[in-house]
């Protein structure tokens, strides 16, 4: 069964504080991986990967994928108030034909 | 992108009844499916919806408690059954549009059972 998992569990920053998020996973057979960030309803999607070493960027956010070393970081720049919110990272499991979710970062960003 | 949107948004209900909660896409979509959250927790798939057969539920979740039909290519609802105190959660339904694997959620619905 896939699996994935990130670290730090939670995460509390001061504004203008870059932060590094990371994701790992077990996978039988690699399709995607995606990352979304969830304030209080649900989840909006950020990036989706699928190529190693391409980094993918979004205003201050980017994320980039080892699919040697199975895993993924997201990066936020000059973080604000606003980034507050859990960040979840997911994979898509060809197997079972769903998406397996991690627990989520919950990072907290402090004026 | 596809645009999801939820009925109800949320819903206090009693234990022992039932509540159906249905979700709309604007555009047609190839796959469906259907997440738990509960609070400080993150996302359990429930079910993935399929077009005109039985959905695939995951482990420990079963049909006559989550019943989930999908007559198209657009539309899903998904059935609580017979609530109890512990199926009070947030209820998403999700959709990938093609074959990208972009998937992307409804607001959600949640629900509290007394």
């Known amino acids: 069964e896939d699996k994935v998992v990130q670290s730090p569990l939670s995460l509390v920053v001061h504004e203008g504080d870059t932060v590094t998020l990371n994701c790992s996973y077990e996978?039988?057979?690699?399709?995607?991986l995606l990352w979304y960030k969830q304030e209080k309803k649900a989840p909006t999607f950020l990036f989706m990967l699928t190529s190693s070493g391409i980094e993918k960027k979004s205003g201050r956010l980017s994320s980039i994928l080892d699919k040697k070393e199975l895993f993924s970081i997201l990066n936020i720049t000059a973080t604000q108030t606003g980034d507050s919110a859990v960040y979840l990272c997911?994979?898509?499991?060809?197997?079972?034909?769903?998406?397996?979710f991690g627990p989520g970062t919950r990072l907290s960003v402090l004026p | 992108s596809a645009v999801i949107s939820q009925k109800p948004s949320r819903d206090i209900c009693q234990r022992g009844t039932s509540l159906t909660i249905q979700c709309q896409v604007d555009?047609?979509?190839?796959?469906m499916f259907w997440y738990r959250q509960q609070p400080g927790q993150s996302l359990t798939l429930i079910a993935t919806a399929n077009q005109g057969s039985e959905a695939t539920y995951e482990s420990g979740f079963v049909i006559d408690k989550f019943p989930i039909s999908r007559p198209n290519l657009t539309f899903s609802t998904l059935t609580v059954s017979n609530m109890s105190p512990e199926d009070s959660s947030i209820y998403l339904c999700?959709?990938?549009?093609?074959?990208?694997?972009?998937?992307?959620f409804g607001p959600g619905t949640r629900l509290t059972v007394t």
């Open positions: 996978v039988t057979n690699f399709r995607s």
């Open positions: 555009s047609q979509v190839t796959m």
């Open positions: 997911a994979e898509w499991d060809n197997y079972g034909q769903n998406f397996v």
């Open positions: 999700s959709a990938i549009k093609d074959s990208s694997y972009e998937q992307y």
